[in-house]
């Protein structure tokens, strides 16, 4: 390791520091937003939502989905009649899974997603979901979960989508040798490369959750151990720990530090010798220590204000302060769970303001006395602090793009140098 990547020594106790926790308006998207990504990952799956216009709006919206582009997603539509009792909503439901299978018999998997007007109403669709996985018995397994935006922040919708195949994982009973499941969505591209490392280190039963192909669900038993690859599934951990399996503690994959540990992590649970593990990593870590290195030059110094939104900020503040050099002033998260990123929090400077929560109105106030150089935050507090003449990257953009592995490293840090250089650019 480049000593200059090695982040300083975390005071004892750092994972108890003080956290400012806040409970007053937020601005965050709602958990349909995860669809998104995950059925790029789930390649035989289609989520279909139970709301609102408006939450088809912004589906269609957050995906940016052409007109002759045939998703595997779709909305159905909660109409005046079926709130008014004057149609059967299990008929519908029924009759448009009907026409789905009709028409995409690739189909393997049906999410039927609950959204805030579906769970205003009490409609019932885990009992929609049993229902309708025994009329499609043998063609479609039909699952559920709530991506509901009532006080929940958008991650929390692949956490909910995840804890749904969780429960429907085969249990791995007899099995003698420890297996490994990655969970976490991430890109064919960051899979493949996390396949290589690990087949180089000897690490030859790998699985991941989700699978790019829901007829390839990975069994779990009490020879499992896992590693989180988002550090926002807490539920799915702790589903995971109720089947036997054995969480695998590491920083997330972010960056070259950040990825060797969270690979050291899985090595010291197969017993991987320390010199096979150095040599295996060897060529990926100094290919992320050079991208990062011209980033570095830009970024270092440069002082970053994290708004609550992904609960990938406590990682992400970790891998701009350790490899990057940035200073960061406040980091927000929506929810801590100080078991689940506390390695990466443990790195953070006594100096950053760590905060729980929001109050949108104050954080945005000790946002503008602190004058940062970069804001991340979401969509809707974006654009208006860039009126203000701020600096931002939206925080959303870091779920769509591959972040996560060594050969990411530089994608993820000129993520943060683009902004400041366009900002220098368009300087007049």
């Excluded at 300083?8 to 409970?23: D, H």
């Amino acid at each position: 390791m480049n000593a200059s990547f090695k982040p300083a020594t975390a005071p004892a106790g750092c994972s108890s520091r003080e956290v400012l926790r806040e409970r007053g308006q937020h601005e965050v998207f709602c958990g349909l937003t995860g669809i998104i990504w995950l059925h790029r990952k789930i390649q035989d799956a289609f989520f279909l939502v139970v709301g609102s216009r408006t939450c088809s709006h912004l589906i269609q919206s957050a995906a940016g989905v052409m007109i002759f582009a045939e998703p595997r997603f779709a909305t159905a539509i909660i109409e005046d009649r079926d709130l008014a009792g004057l149609a059967d909503l299990d008929d519908e439901l029924d009759r448009i899974v009907g026409q789905l299978l009709a028409r995409r018999p690739d189909i393997r998997m049906i999410f039927l997603v609950g959204s805030c007007p579906s769970e205003v109403i009490k409609l019932d669709l885990s009992r929609a979901a049993v229902r309708l996985s025994q009329q499609h018995a043998g063609q479609v397994r039909v699952l559920n979960y709530s991506g509901s935006g009532i006080e929940t922040t958008f991650t929390q919708g692949e956490d909910a989508c995840l804890s749904a195949l969780v429960n429907a994982l085969p249990a791995a009973d007899g099995k003698a040798t420890r297996s490994l499941m990655i969970v976490g969505a991430l890109s064919d591209v960051v899979e493949d490369q996390f396949r290589r490392i690990f087949a180089a280190l000897g690490i030859t039963d790998v699985a991941f959750l989700p699978p790019r192909r829901s007829t390839e669900l990975p069994s779990v038993g009490i020879e499992t151990v896992f590693l989180l690859a988002q550090p926002f599934l807490t539920q799915t951990a702790r589903l995971l720990e109720g089947r036997g399996a054995r969480q695998l503690m590491a920083p997330f994959p972010l960056g070259a530090w950040g990825t060797s540990e969270w690979f050291r992590a899985a090595a010291k649970a197969f017993n991987v010798p320390t010199a096979k593990f150095d040599q295996a990593i060897a060529a990926a870590a100094a290919r992320a220590r050079a991208a990062l290195d011209p980033h570095r030059f830009r970024l270092s110094g440069k002082t970053v204000f994290l708004f609550p939104d992904s609960q990938l900020e406590i990682p992400l503040a970790r891998f701009l302060c350790s490899e990057l050099g940035m200073v960061p002033i406040e980091v927000g998260t929506p929810y801590l769970n100080r078991r689940q990123v506390g390695l990466d929090l443990d790195q953070l400077p006594e100096t950053a303001q760590i905060s729980e929560g929001q109050d949108v109105e104050r954080q945005l106030e000790r946002c503008r006395r602190a004058k940062p150089d970069i804001v991340v935050c979401g969509l809707g507090l974006a654009n208006p602090l860039e009126a203000e003449g701020f600096t931002t990257k939206w925080s959303i953009e870091l779920l769509f793009t591959p972040i996560q592995g060594f050969d990411q490293a530089g994608d993820l840090a000129e993520l943060f140098s683009r902004p400041l250089v366009r900002r220098t650019m368009l300087r007049v």
